[in-house]
């Protein structure tokens, strides 16, 4: 909700079974009503983001007429993207990606792109692909590293949340008028000496 807030983008970096997909998902069923899920693979294309050019075949009495038409994809129209397992993305598509991240634009058109919110698993994950450089993860403003029940061997808890199932998702999703309101409320928050003090402490000791 902090990067929706802040129009920024999310990554959530956890152990398999953590519940990282499950709550990237569940935010973007609440955040909008336009929403994309992309899931990464060692084949994932850019054709797969934005969409690709397709031939269709009509009938027609005098035969068959053969047409070609674009099909767009997923992130043309999405408001909030879910960019499940992001390190397994390969280059052709991973580059194109966190230049749309970074811009809100594809080629030609502005995206309404607002938030995306990415996981992955920690690097040392049996099967896990390359983590994302440094200077890739800057891409994401709120960044968070979960463990999750069963990486901390919390068997009880864990035990009792598959006994209690999923509960059904009821809000409705924010609109954009809401959304909107949000941030510019958010923009109106005072950011007095103490704040600017606090966060130059919080730098000094990150670097």
């Known amino acids: 909700m902090l990067a929706l807030v802040a129009g920024e983008h999310a990554y959530l970096e956890g152990p398999p079974g953590c519940g990282k997909t499950r709550l990237a998902e569940a935010f973007a069923g609440l955040a ?20 690709a050019a397709v031939l269709r075949t009509e009938a027609r009495a005098s035969g068959e007429r053969i047409t070609r038409a674009f099909e767009p994809g997923p ?16 280059g052709e598509a991973l580059g194109p990606l966190l230049r749309i991240l970074a811009e809100r634009r594809a080629p030609g058109r502005a995206l309404p792109l607002e938030t995306a919110v ?41 035990g009792a949340l598959l006994e209690r199932g999923e509960a059904p998702l009821r809000a409705a999703p924010l609109d954009a008028g809401t959304r909107a309101a949000v941030r510019a409320a958010a923009a109106d928050l005072p950011f007095g000496p103490e704040v600017r003090s606090a966060l130059a402490r919080l730098v000094a000791r990150l670097c």
């Open 32 to 51: 909008a009503q336009r929403r994309a899920s992309l899931h990464f693979h060692r084949d994932t294309r850019e054709s797969d983001l934005l969409g």
């Open 118 to 158: 990415a996981t992955a698993a920690p690097a040392e994950s049996e099967g896990n692909a390359e983590p994302l450089e440094p200077n890739q993860l800057d891409r994401f403003a709120v960044q968070v590293c979960m463990e999750g029940l069963l990486a901390a061997r919390d068997w009880p808890a864990a």
């Open 75 to 90: 992130l043309l129209f999405a408001e909030v993207a879910v960019l499940d397992d992001l390190s397994r993305a390969p």
